[in-house]
């Protein structure tokens, strides 16, 4: 057996061939790179691995008294976390295939193999072992995490319910939030699915995370899937879990989000731009109550309330073959709509006050005020973004301004002006599609009352002329819309 000197940088690779050329050729071609450890013999390669920690094991195919997917097989079962390379010639490959997926092999290389190649693929088998690591120190911190949270004091309790509770929904008593914070409170003591409806920034997740806080699972853990950030197959994984070499990568066991989500609420956002081939399968999930790994024999039992989110028209999808009608009504056992901003103009200003003070702290800022003028602008705009985009234009406007007010001057452009990128300015163009008209005469009457403020420059006692009002009416209305009213 032949070592390089160990260093105590560079990452370690394992050559297992019987072949002396092959081994140097090997090691010329890794030792920039790695600590390159050399084998003859898959005994001389147990010896080493019972003494030396190796991250890549690269192993030729035919050695005496064994093969190298033998090999590597109990290379699997007493070193599993080690990432396995088989090089082979095309003569193999017929034996090999059926030992690939039983060693958890990453990566098979067959001969004649060209260096920069190769050399790329251990990089990359690095790679993937660092993640696979990383993976598991977040799973490991996870499950603590959820230990301490089924262990926490009412008192404890009682400030998460503080910081993700009802009452930090910002919005106006008795405006169209009020109404379905109001819903959504009272369908929570109720162990059913819930879909929350509504645009990308509306705060369903906010919404969802006060559902869970003031439900009978409050003491369990709330977990969160995009299901429209990753693809199917690994939204499989990430969901059910996976079992130890059950696809390439899968160097140990997974709980999925089911799982570490057991006795508390899990949250599914954007569910409505799942597959169908995937709707099947968490369709199971829901009737059955226990999730099958992937690449696992037996089904494990879950215990989870589902409240799914979508900003998609479910029903339209379902008309339209895209979403399944059984599966929509097992996640819509109450069904809640977010409003957009744009039907709520009431709360803009409080949740703008209530933004500008979170993003501040956030930002280390030491924050500031909005003043009539700057709400004036902000009620004028559509919000297609809804509150992200708010607090975003909020967050720029902090970083750009440094004094103890945020004048109109430090938002974007899109908003001094109005109006949406790519969107009309005009008085009809802003007023919501839906709603009861009470709602939509609201946003007509705060925007008048804002664009009469404006053009004579914030002046009440002439505002309150040409609108035919009384100076305490206009200051009523000024109020009633978050414009001030001193």
């Known amino acids: 057996m032949t070592t390089t000197a160990i260093s105590d940088v560079l990452p370690t690779v394992l050559v297992v061939d019987d072949e002396v050329r092959s081994q140097d050729a090997l090691r010329r071609t890794l030792d920039e790179d790695f600590t390159v450890f050399t084998a003859s013999s898959a005994e001389e390669a147990q010896g080493l691995l019972q003494r030396q920690p190796v991250s890549v094991i690269l192993c030729d195919q035919r050695m005496p008294g064994t093969t190298g997917v033998v090999f590597l097989k109990e290379v699997r079962e007493q070193w599993p976390n080690t990432v396995r390379i088989l090089i082979s010639g095309y003569t193999d490959s017929q034996d090999i295939i059926a030992g690939i997926n039983e060693a958890g092999i990453y990566q098979y290389i067959l001969k004649p193999w060209a260096p920069d190649a190769l050399l790329e693929s251990v990089r990359n088998a690095m790679e993937a072992q660092a993640l696979q690591q990383q993976t598991s120190r977040l799973d490991l911190e996870l499950r603590t995490s959820t230990r301490v949270l089924r262990q926490r004091t009412a008192s404890q309790m009682a400030r998460a319910q503080s910081t993700f509770g009802f009452d930090r929904i910002v919005r106006t008593p008795g405006g169209p939030l009020d109404q379905v914070c109001a819903t959504a409170q009272r ?57 130890r070499g059950a ?69 339209q999808r379902v008309a339209d073959g895209l979403f399944r009608e059984d599966l929509y009504y097992r996640l819509a056992g109450i069904g809640i709509t977010v409003p957009p901003l744009r039907e709520r103009v009431a709360d803009i200003a409080p949740i703008a006050h209530q933004l500008a003070l979170d993003v501040a702290a956030e930002l280390g800022h030491p924050g500031a005020t909005l003043p009539d003028d700057t709400l004036a602008c902000l009620l004028a705009y559509p919000w297609p973004g809804n509150i992200r985009e708010l607090r975003n234009e909020i967050a720029r406007a902090l970083a750009l301004h440094d004094g103890a007010t945020l004048p109109p001057g430090a938002f974007s452009a899109r908003v001094l002006q109005g109006r949406a990128a790519g969107g009309g300015g005009d008085l009809m163009s802003a007023v919501p599609q839906s709603g009861t008209l009470s709602e939509r005469l609201d946003v007509i009457e705060a925007m008048l009352l804002r664009e009469t403020l404006l053009r004579h420059r914030w002046n009440k006692t002439r505002a309150a002329q040409e609108l035919g009002l009384s100076r305490v009416g206009l200051r009523g209305k000024m109020q009633r819309f978050g414009l001030g009213g001193a």
């Open 187 to 243: 369908v929570a003591r109720y162990d059913i699915p819930v879909l929350v409806l509504g645009e990308s920034g509306t705060g369903k997740e906010l919404l969802a995370r006060a559902i869970h806080y003031a439900s009978p699972r409050q003491s369990g853990p709330f977990v969160v899937e995009n299901c429209a950030a990753i693809p199917d197959s690994l939204l499989e994984s990430e969901l059910f879990g996976h079992k």
């Open 247 to 315: 696809f390439t990568g899968a160097f140990e066991d997974h709980p999925g989000l089911f799982q570490r989500g057991n006795g508390g609420t899990v949250f599914l956002d954007e569910i409505g731009e799942t597959s169908p081939a995937f709707q099947v399968k968490l369709l199971r999930v829901l009737q059955e109550g226990e999730v099958r790994p992937v690449g696992g024999v037996r089904p494990i039992q879950v215990n989870v309330r589902v409240i799914a989110a979508t900003h998609r028209q479910l029903e």
